[in-house]
């Protein structure tokens, strides 16, 4: 069977476009080139400034700031916190002692004791801890003192080179203990380890081999002449 021609041509011109994948939803169209010229900046031409990059540029160009010193320590400021804190644990103490007392009073006159008697009470338990008190301050102001003292012996001996460090050490090490008996024991360690390291450093000197020396005799040579086997 023939078909016509003018079928033929018809088929002939027909032109199957396939769709071109942009990456972006399929219900957007491809733009044309004409909105593509117009999207796309000419060359030469300069780019447009945003407030973004001016404040980038600004950034950029401004000086670093260097970063404040660190601030200096207020000696009066230390002082003060230092008189706050022993007027809280005064005024502690004095509330503390207070109560007891009341409680003590309260206990007595319970017990049978007359009014008057119960307070004579409670204030000669006043009187006796005040006492207590002054005595445990003096003593605390007493052991700050020798320890200042001894602080400053120590400081004064190192700075003139009138002890070595490690009897400096030595001597910082005994103060830590609480008792006599403490302090000993710590002593006789001490001088036992440093005995062990002494015997332990003379072993390893003991045990290098021993060097040899060059006599400039030279090795014996085997020959036939007797007399040459001889040695001076």
């Known amino acids: 069977?023939?078909?016509?021609?003018?079928?033929?041509?018809?088929?002939?011109?027909?032109?199957?476009?396939?769709?071109?994948?942009?990456?972006?939803d399929g219900g957007q169209e491809p733009?044309?080139?004409?909105?593509?010229?117009?999207?796309?900046?000419?060359e030469g031409a300069p780019a447009?400034?945003?407030?973004?990059?001016?404040?980038?540029?600004?950034?950029?160009?401004?000086?670093?700031?260097?970063?404040?010193?660190?601030?200096?320590?207020?000696?009066?400021?230390?002082?003060?916190?230092?008189q706050r804190r022993v007027a809280d644990q005064q005024r502690e103490w004095r509330e503390k002692v207070t109560r007891t007392a009341q409680g003590y009073e309260r206990q007595l006159q319970e017990a049978g004791?007359?009014?008057?008697?119960?307070?004579?009470?409670?204030?000669?338990?006043?009187?006796?801890?005040?006492?207590?008190?002054?005595?445990?301050?003096?003593?605390?102001?007493?052991?700050?003192?020798?320890?200042?003292?001894?602080?400053?012996?120590?400081?004064?001996?190192?700075?003139?080179g009138l002890a070595n460090q490690q009897m400096i050490e030595d001597f910082m090490a005994l103060q830590m203990a609480n008792t006599p008996a403490e302090m000993e024991r710590e002593a006789k360690r001490m001088k036992r380890e440093r005995g062990l390291i002494a015997e332990n450093a003379r072993l390893k000197q003991g045990r290098v081999p021993p060097q040899t020396f060059d006599n400039s005799q030279g090795a014996a040579e085997a020959t036939s002449n007797d007399q040459r086997l001889l040695c001076i």
């Open 1 to 24: 069977m023939v078909m016509p021609t003018e079928q033929q041509v018809a088929d002939e011109s027909v032109e199957i476009i396939e769709p071109v994948d942009t990456g972006e």
């Open 31 to 42: 733009a044309s080139e004409g909105e593509a010229a117009e999207a796309t900046p000419q």
């Open 48 to 82: 447009p400034t945003t407030a973004e990059t001016i404040a980038t540029e600004t950034q950029d160009s401004a000086p670093q700031q260097t970063p404040p010193p660190p601030p200096q320590v207020d000696q009066r400021a230390i002082n003060e916190l230092q």
């Open 113 to 160: 004791y007359l009014p008057e008697q119960a307070r004579d009470q409670a204030r000669r338990y006043v009187a006796q801890e005040q006492k207590f008190r002054k005595q445990e301050n003096e003593a605390a102001e007493m052991i700050g003192y020798v320890q200042g003292k001894q602080a400053a012996a120590i400081h004064f001996m190192k700075q003139q």
